[in-house]
Each structure stands twice: as C-alpha cells, then as structure tokens.
C-alpha cells in the first residue's frame, strides 16, 4: 500500500434527488492511490451517483470530498483536470476513426504538434487498437470500443480513473481481456483506479479493496480476500423441496444453528445458506435437522465462502435478490450477474 494521501476521499455524503428518492444516505470512502478500488453493488445502490459527485458532475446534499487532495466542490476544475471518466456509455464518435477520437481527445487537452502524435500512438499501441486506427469507431467490436474509451479516458494522464461498469455488455472473452487491460493500469502505471461493478467476480478479480455498497451507504469494506477470511468454516448452500414461511423459518433455523459448528443460516425462498465450521461434515446433521422439522432437501453443496456469502452476510439477502429487487424498483433489466452470482 502507498503511504501517499488517499486518492479519493469521501466523508458522509448524502443526496436526494427531486422526486424524494434517497440514493446515498452516508457514503464514506477512502481510495489508496496506485490501487484499484472497486465500488460493488446492485443496481440502484448509489455507485453512479457517488461516482458523479466525485467526478463533479452532481452535488451532495451534504458531506465532503476530495479527489487527487482537491475539494469536488471547492476547485472541481482541479479535480476535472486530475481524473479521467470512462462512462457506462461510450463516448467515442461513432463515425470517426479510432485515431480521430483520441486526437480530437488531446487537442481538448491542449496538446499538439508532435507530443500530441506520440501521445496517440502510444494509447493506439498501448491499448492493440494500432491496426484498427483508422477505421470508423461504428465497426468496431465492443472490447475494442471499451479499450478506446479507456484510451479516450487516459489521454491528458489523469492521477484517477473512474471506470464505470468497463464490462458490461461485453462477451466473455473480451471481458476477460478487459479485466487484463484495467489489472495492467494499476500495476504499471501507479494510476489509482476506482471502477464501479454490479458483477461480483470483476471486483473479486480486479479490486486491492472492494466497498460492498447497499441502498446508499457501504456496509463493509477491505480486501476480497479479507472479507471472504472473515466469514469462517465453509458455506452450505442447500435447496429445500417446498419454499418455507416466516415462522418456519425462525424454526429451521433455530434448530440449524444449534447444531455444533454451525454458525448462521439464511432462507431465501427455498434456499438455505448456513456457515459452518466442517461444511462437508456438517451435512448429514443438517439435512437430518431439516428432515426432523418437516423440510425436505433437494440438493446440498458445499463451497468456500464467496462475495456473495458477504454480501448475505453484511447486507442479509442475496446478491441476485438484490439486483431483481433493484430491477423491479426501477423497471431496469437489472439481472446481468454474467456469472457473478457465486
Ligand atoms: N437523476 C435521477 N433522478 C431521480 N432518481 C435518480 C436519478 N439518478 C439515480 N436515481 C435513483 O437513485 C438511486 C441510486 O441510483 P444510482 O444510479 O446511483 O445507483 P447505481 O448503484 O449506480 O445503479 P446503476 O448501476 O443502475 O446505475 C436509484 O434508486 C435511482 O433510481
């Protein structure tokens, strides 16, 4: 870790937008530069509205923060010229050439001249776009179009780069690239990158630290690894036949946490999730338990602890939960966990 002052820091920020929705109700962040940071949560949790703040494209309500040691609200022109933003939605000009977009990119940046030439050719090169470069953005494939985006972002070398959501929409292959190409930002360039995920392998993967964000606040943070170490012994995973009610599962799981070792159990619709010491020796006592209280077992597994055990565990319901509810919410197709939901 660096002992340089944090990248981006954010004290309870709040904000409500006209309408009465409440998108962040005390968000507190703390970025160590050279790190990718990763800002994980379903849709609707708050991640681009904080992004926005810190990019100072919105304002809080109230609360504070700095980006690269400057104040968004006080000198949001010192922030603007210190970071790069690589939205959702690409920014390139369809109808120009890959080349034409990161040169029209610099010239806003005040470069020109030979610096501006060199500059392009290297992110051309940097990012495998040279033999693409002069042909129209609109025929690009949509790995070659997040790589200029992110070229497009890097161009004036901004001390923090906000990625949002790099890879969604993108095949597995080319997401799997673009895990490479951010993994290779960080690492190499002591570029201090925040990226917001709803997808919970791209922060397992990519992040030094990861914020679990939920309805506008984080609800735990630290390393994937640290947050996974936390939850103790393994994670049971088993699928009754029938969906269980309130008060059964009040019952099931007084009778499942009971059993020696086992530490915690969580119902979502027919699936139960305990945490045990021994997950594997664990299962015959609790499909036993579960038998004896007149619910029967489809199917167990047993796993390591994944993001999606912290996330249950911190915020009390799954992860795929989440996002439907979010997408129920918003009336968005919110269920684009790609294979995340682990
Ligand atoms: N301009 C706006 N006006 C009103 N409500 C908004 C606006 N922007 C966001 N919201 C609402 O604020 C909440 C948080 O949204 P936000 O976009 O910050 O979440 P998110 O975690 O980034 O989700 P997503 O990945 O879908 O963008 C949501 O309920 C959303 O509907």
Redesign the pocket.
């Known amino acids: 870790m660096s002992n340089r002052a944090p990248a981006v820091q954010a004290r309870d920020l709040t904000k409500t937008?006209?309408?009465g929705?409440t998108?962040l109700r005390g968000m507190d962040l703390t970025v160590e530069s050279g790190t990718v940071f990763g800002l994980l949560?379903p849709?609707?949790?708050?991640?681009?509205?904080?992004v926005k703040i810190l990019t100072t494209l919105a304002r809080p309500d109230s609360g504070t923060a700095t980006v690269a040691g400057h104040d968004v609200l006080d000198h949001p022109d010192r922030v603007r010229r210190a970071i790069g933003v690589v939205a959702q939605k690409s920014g390139a000009d369809p109808v120009a050439t890959g080349r034409e977009n990161l040169r029209l990119q610099a010239r806003l940046h005040g470069l020109r001249g030979a610096p501006l030439r060199e500059r392009v050719d290297a992110l051309l090169d940097r990012f495998r776009l040279t033999d693409a470069a002069d042909r129209q953005v609109r025929g690009y494939s949509g790995g070659m179009l997040r790589r200029l985006d992110v070229a497009l972002g890097l161009v004036h070398r901004p001390e923090v780069l906000f990625l949002d959501?790099p890879t969604t929409g993108l095949d597995p292959e080319a997401r799997a690239a673009m895990w490479d190409e951010i993994a290779r930002l960080a690492g190499e360039e002591g570029l201090t990158v925040l990226l917001?995920t709803?997808h919970l392998e791209e922060a397992d993967r990519l992040a030094a630290h990861i914020a679990v964000?939920d309805r506008g606040r984080v609800v735990v943070q630290g390393t994937p690894h640290a947050l996974k170490g936390e939850l103790r012994g393994d994670a049971v995973h088993m699928e009754l036949r029938e969906p269980v009610g309130e008060a059964g599962r009040t019952l099931l799981s007084g009778a499942l946490t009971a059993l020696p070792g086992v530490y915690e159990a969580f119902f979502d619709g027919r699936r139960v999730s305990v945490r045990a010491e021994d997950g594997a020796a664990a299962v015959p006592a609790l499909l036993a338990a579960l038998e004896r209280a007149g619910a029967g077992v489809a199917s167990a597994t047993v796993a390591r602890p994944s993001l999606d055990d912290v996330y249950l565990r911190y915020v009390g319901r799954r992860y795929a939960e989440a996002e439907a509810e979010a997408a129920a919410?918003?009336g968005?197709a919110?269920l684009t966990l790609a294979g995340g939901a682990r």
């Open positions: 937008y006209p309408g929705v998108a949560g849709n609707g949790a708050g991640k681009s509205t904080t959501e917001t709803h964000v919410t918003d968005t919110g």
